[in-house]
Nanobody, 126 residues
Framework: QVQLVESGGGSVQAGGSLRLSCAAS?????????MGWFRQTPGKEREGVASIDGYGGTSYADSVKGRFTISQDDGKNTLYLQMMSLQPEDTAVYYC???????????????????WGQGTQVTVSS
């Protein structure tokens, strides 16, 4: 079955950097699926932070453009989110996800994703 396992979260001071990783397994033809990073804080809806499709097309939330970079390794077995210039408002649980369908493009809508990791906490202090 599809498994997504995040790692790399932690606590940093404002202005610092972190890199999240997500190991994907349990399915074939990974290039056909879009992958995304989402984040959620208590009482708020899950927000699409960044996504990448099989062609390498990307999409970012306005709040992270120029600071976050989503990427995959050549085999598309690992998804990354490089986060720089972190701010306290970036504090959240971050989830990686795989799209339900193939060839959906770099969508950031949570409804388009059917498989989720367990989440990793990112805490940014001022």
């Amino acid at each position: 079955q599809v498994q997504l396992v995040e790692s790399g979260g932690g606590s940093v001071q404002a202005g610092g950097s972190l890199r999240l990783s997500c190991a994907a397994s349990g399915y074939f033809y990974k290039y056909r699926y879009s992958m995304g990073w989402f984040r959620q804080t208590p009482g708020k809806e899950r927000e699409g932070v960044a996504s990448i499709d099989g062609y390498g097309g990307t999409s970012y939330a306005d709040s992270v453009k120029g600071r976050f970079t989503i990427s995959q390794d050549d085999g598309k077995n690992t998804l990354y989110l490089q986060m720089m210039s972190l701010q306290p408002e970036d504090t959240a649980v971050y989830y990686c996800a795989r799209s339900r369908a193939t060839w959906v493009g770099p969508t950031r809508s949570p409804a388009d994703f059917g498989y989720w990791g367990q989440g990793t906490q990112v805490t940014v202090s001022s």
